[in-house]
């Protein structure tokens, strides 16, 4: 079965964001957001293209390594593309963790950009 328009942007625009990540000193990644993006990292809010990218370019790690384990895309009724991703990181010589990432994107003046990005490890905190 051919797959719809939107998955083929989906799985584009994953590609090229964790290429970036795991490749770049991740100042470019500010290029895939709006400029009035919103990101969520683990709880806090980051709102615009320049927090955005300070926040990513930051990040406390030499290295990055992103293993998707699994993808979803949705189109929205409002003709945007919804993206669940899975996976595991791993930070330098730490072990591997899982992490979600959710992506809302928009086609802005001809492109696609991430209007929406939230982001958690899968580390369950669970008081006893």
Request: aromatic letters at 12%; proline letters at 5%.
């Amino acid at each position: 079965m051919a797959k719809e328009i939107w998955q083929k942007i989906g799985e584009g625009f994953v590609q090229e964001y964790y290429n970036q990540f795991d490749n770049t000193n991740r100042m470019g990644l500010g290029n895939l957001y709006s400029p009035d993006a919103c990101l969520t990292w683990e709880g806090s809010p980051f709102q615009g293209r320049e927090a955005i990218t300070g926040k990513l370019a930051n990040l406390p790690f030499k290295r990055i390594k992103h293993i998707i384990t699994e993808q979803d895309f949705q189109p929205t009724v409002d003709s945007c593309i919804l993206i669940m991703v899975f996976g595991q990181l791993q930070v330098d010589d730490d072990p591997p963790m899982a992490f979600h990432q959710v992506f809302m994107l928009k086609s802005l003046n001809c492109a696609w950009a991430c209007t929406n990005d939230v982001f958690r490890l899968g580390i369950h905190n669970i008081p006893v």
